[in-house]
């Protein structure tokens, strides 16, 4: 059976979706390659010339990775003409993968395939980005963030909220609409005998945009309303 405050949560918790799929792709430039701790690099792989990522070379280097080997020509410091940049998040056996590659009239050539998890946990802490580290809860094609403190209660009504949940649910609005998808449901308790404030918050949103670092830092800024 469920109890009467479980119900009052249910029945109260304030949702703001923009539904849809988590974008499928997301244009990125050379620099944000080397945030991720990566080179764009033109060389070899297996006698074959090609672009491809890499960390920590330098031209005339040669090393074996996944069985393939490898030869760095040039070490690029901006993307190759009429080529632009995409990255995605691909799944697999229930593991989130960052996919990015080069694309010229719809070809798309490879250049990192790796883990999602790590890096994205390497750049977020390398720009500072804390709340989001510690609201983190898993990722996939889209990633979860979960904030709460203190006890909970019964959800106050929107029109009865105090102005710093407002303004995050403002703002969380609007990055939402930026990024194209979201679900942000939030359960705000009031305040404890001591000021502090009571509430739930778990905020979905693409996985892929946490790369890009504009968003990441809006995202930031957001969750830093609620202490």
Known sequence: MITELRRAQLLNTLVFETLGQPEKEREFKIKSLKKWGFDLVFGKKDGEETYFAAADKKAGDKYTENDVEHEVVEVLSELPKNKKMFAKIEMNEGKAHLYVYLREDDIDTPILHIPAGEILLAFL???????????????????????????????????????????????????????????????????????????????????????????????????????
């Open 125 to 227: 802490k390398k720009h500072k980005f804390i709340h989001i580290i510690e609201a983190l809860r898993n990722i996939g094609s889209a990633a979860n963030l979960v904030k709460k403190h203190g006890d909970e209660g019964k959800p106050l009504p929107f029109e009865e909220l105090p102005p710093v949940p407002r303004r995050f649910l403002r703002d969380a609005k609007k990055i939402e609409k930026e990024m194209g998808f979201g679900r942000i449901a939030l359960a705000y308790f009031g305040e404890n005998k001591s000021g502090e404030a009571r509430y739930w918050m778990e905020w979905m949103v693409p996985t892929i945009a946490l790369f890009d670092e504009k968003i990441s830092q809006k995202i930031d800024k957001a969750l830093a309303e609620f202490k």
